[in-house]
């Protein structure tokens, strides 16, 4: 494609973390987030990826966002820590605390993180495939914004709550997957808004509450869950584990909590970590490959296989970006100072 | 209808024990497997109730079944126990376990409880209820027999692989659900064969690995996962957890393990607990409650909303039970000996 180029991961790093720290976002915090959607870039997640970049300014002009925040992990027992993100973006927070959660996961065998108040704008592989990248099972999981109704309902309650899973693999990168909890992304929808076209049933309902193929009512409606009443009811659980078990919003108060701003959802997160060492399994990986080989004789793909086969393509030939986009970002380098 | 009576819960324990006792089962297992299936006999989920019994004497001549099982729960670490089934059934190793996961979870905030090797022949939600009587949030799963392709395969490979989760409520029984991650259980699609009806698409593949709606061919095909790739994901999930990690058997493995007795499938099963008081949350269960309001808000049920009603029921007027499934319990009393 002519309207894109290819840069490397080192310079596109940098050029993402200038963008964020000439608009007035701390070091540490610029660098943290820089980091995340150059990865989600780099696979390929284009959703989660530079394309956040301008919306950042946004959620920075949120009135509670804090550009200095300097989260600290805060140990609660030891197999529990918790960080507060200070109304800074999460991933910071993030990042930060999973040093205590890998640490204690190893000690104890298990482990769970709680990130609070924390601005949302990345996508969760990138910090569940780190944790596995030490040698641990990683489950992570947030509300967002009360655009999904539950099974049985009709209107939105529940968030399109992402849940991401991390599987250490021997000499290959975890298998990972990280996906909403929501039949469709928001921007899934919206996608067919400006193409004009139907979405398939099942996506979601009107304002009226009644099943609904048209993008736009459904964007004013309610979402629904992805699997009918058990992908409602898994969606419920994230929502109650990642909200009030942690001290942190529900969707439906997360988005009070925007007022109108239409910044990142604000909210907890939840990452536990698993030590495949605790039932004495130096084989539990092992293992887990003649499961993993099972997909490969009948021709399906594990989770996580196309982005690394993205990964290998953005190594050789550079991260793909498009022109477009990297034009805007130049623009709006320190737009907001 | 004329075909069923009413039975006390203490007598229908009561009944159940004596027969799996009179089959040669020592007490503890019988006690403890009777109770658990009877709970799901009085809540109205009769697939998973009396109608089990007389099953168990097939799983109970599988070669290796240990009707003497006397598990012990062997502490791994101050957040982690596991627990040997020692081929019996799991019920009883889970209800010891329990015991020691909630202890550690008060203690440390989260806990987990592996059993290994114990016959399967229970639903879930008995067991996350109890946990959650004791104040804490529950999460159990386990693999089965490698009936359901993964989304993109075309043979049985994964289990049916249920999830279990319950949210203990102030004054009122824990929110529930438990489902297999297949888009249909067995008996489901046995049913419509039976019936001789077509099943709904997406529920499974014939033996070429050809999309099908004739029941016989996806028994003797494949199942699909519930929700496409994302149940597909989440039942993969559910098959590390709680095989590779735990040491346990993949479901393929269990499958190999029955060798044609056609026992309950044999296997693993992982709990974990969560206490709310780690994150000095005595607010978390009114925060939920909040969430809760929104479901009955909108006309929404919660998850284990139904089975409360007919448990209610059950209290008032006997559990009910069909008179021929009786008769057939009677005939089979002591049958195995």
Not at 137 to 154: F, I, R
Request: with cysteine.
């Amino acid at each position: 494609m002519t309207n894109e180029l290819r840069i490397s991961e080192t310079n596109l790093i940098a050029l993402a973390e200038e963008f964020l720290s000439s608009n007035g976002l701390n070091i540490a915090q610029s660098r943290s987030l820089a980091r995340t959607l150059v990865e989600a870039q780099r696979d390929g997640s284009f959703s989660h990826g530079l394309q956040r970049l301008p919306g950042t300014l946004t959620t920075m002009s949120h009135p509670q966002f804090n550009r200095d925040a300097d989260p600290q992990p805060h140990d609660l027992s030891v197999a529990a820590v918790q960080i507060d993100a200070q109304f800074g973006f999460s991933c910071l927070a993030a990042e930060r605390g999973i040093e205590a959660l890998v640490e204690k996961a190893h000690d104890v065998g298990l482990a769970m993180l709680a990130v609070n108040n924390g601005f949302h704008s990345t996508a969760l592989w990138p910090l569940v495939e780190r944790i596995s990248n030490r040698g641990l099972v990683a489950l992570s999981m947030n509300p967002t914004h009360a655009w999904v109704a539950p099974a049985g309902g009709n209107r939105g309650l529940l968030g399109t709550n992402p849940i991401a899973f991390a599987w250490p693999r021997r000499d290959k990168p975890p298998a990972v997957f990280d996906f909403a909890t929501s039949a469709a992304s928001r921007a899934d929808i919206a996608m067919h808004r400006e193409t004009g076209t139907e979405v398939p049933e099942e996506w979601g309902l009107d304002n009226q509450g009644k099943p609904s193929r048209d993008p736009a009512k459904i964007l004013a409606g309610a979402m629904l869950p992805f699997g009918g009443h058990k992908g409602s009811a898994i969606a419920l659980m994230i929502e109650l584990l990642a909200g009030p078990l942690i001290g942190a919003f529900t969707s439906r108060e997360s988005q009070s909590f925007d007022q109108g701003a239409d910044a990142a959802p604000c909210h907890g997160e939840l990452f536990l970590a698993f030590s495949p060492g605790v039932f004495g399994g130096a084989g539990a990986l092992d293992h887990a490959e003649t499961l993993f080989s099972g997909f490969y004789e009948q021709g399906a793909r594990l989770p996580g296989d196309r982005r690394y086969r993205i990964r290998e393509n953005s190594a050789r030939e550079g991260i793909r970006v498009s022109s477009p986009l990297l034009d805007r970002i130049q623009v709006l380098m320190g737009a907001a100072i």
